[in-house]
């Protein structure tokens, strides 16, 4: 990426980081010192290029495809250490690299223990993909009746019952109704 471009980049990041949303046009205007909206709207459109930003159907100035790339610098032996190189491998975005399904994907915090063996802790976000059909073993996000919960789904002949990661939780079999929203695809735990 040209330079120019890398700290157009670093200052809209920062809007980002401050404001939760990139900046209007004005904005831009102000925020790179540029007296007319056309120098603005050539910026937008080499920004719009390099897929740093999009604008959505309204024409507000939204994230493009690379706009929230990490470095990924390979990978790091979890067990015993090797010597340490760092090289560039690739960039990518969490979302490119979490999320198969865009339009049908949504987050959801987790509240309680009943999926912990699974890897899966409170305050964790899953990403839930309502386009899969649930296999078994797949951990589900299911209202069994009318009471939302996270948890294996698995069926047996017509059977269909829900199994906590905690031995401490019972099997949960629907007396009424079982409708499930989605499939687990992802988790994701902040340590800080």
């Known amino acids: 990426m040209e330079k120019r471009l890398e ?19 004005s904005e ?8 007319s909206k ?12 390099a897929n740093l930003i999009d604008q959505d159907s309204k024409g507000h100035i939204i ?5 929230n790339s990490l470095p990924l610098l390979g990978n790091v032996q979890a067990g015993f250490p090797t010597p340490a ?3 560039l491998v ?17 987050l959801v ?20 993909d309502r386009s899969l059909d649930p296999k078994n073993n797949d951990i589900v ?15 047996k002949g017509n059977q269909v019952y829900l199994q906590a990661a905690n031995e401490q939780y019972p099997e949960l079999v629907p007396q009424q109704e079982l409708s499930v929203a989605g499939v687990i695809v992802s988790c994701i735990r902040k340590y800080k």
């Not at 700290?7 to 046009?25: D, G, I, T, V």
């Not at 069994?144 to 069926?155: A, P, R």
């Open 7 to 25: 700290q157009a980049n670093k200052k809209l990041r920062r809007f980002w980081e401050q404001h939760k949303r990139l900046p209007s046009f």
């Open 28 to 35: 831009m205007a102000e925020i790179f010192n540029y007296s």
């Open 85 to 87: 190189e760092e090289e």
């Open 90 to 106: 690739d960039t990518l975005t969490l979302d490119e690299y979490l999320i198969n399904n865009h339009n049908s994907s949504f």
């Open 109 to 128: 915090e987790v509240a309680g223990d009943s999926m912990i063996n699974a890897g899966i802790h409170p305050k964790d976000l899953v990403i839930v």
């Open 141 to 155: 996000l299911a209202n069994i009746d009318d009471e939302w919960t996270l948890k294996y789904f698995n069926k």
């Open 63 to 67: 994230p493009g495809g690379t706009f």
């Open 38 to 49: 056309n120098a603005v709207s050539k910026l937008v459109s080499r920004l719009k290029e």
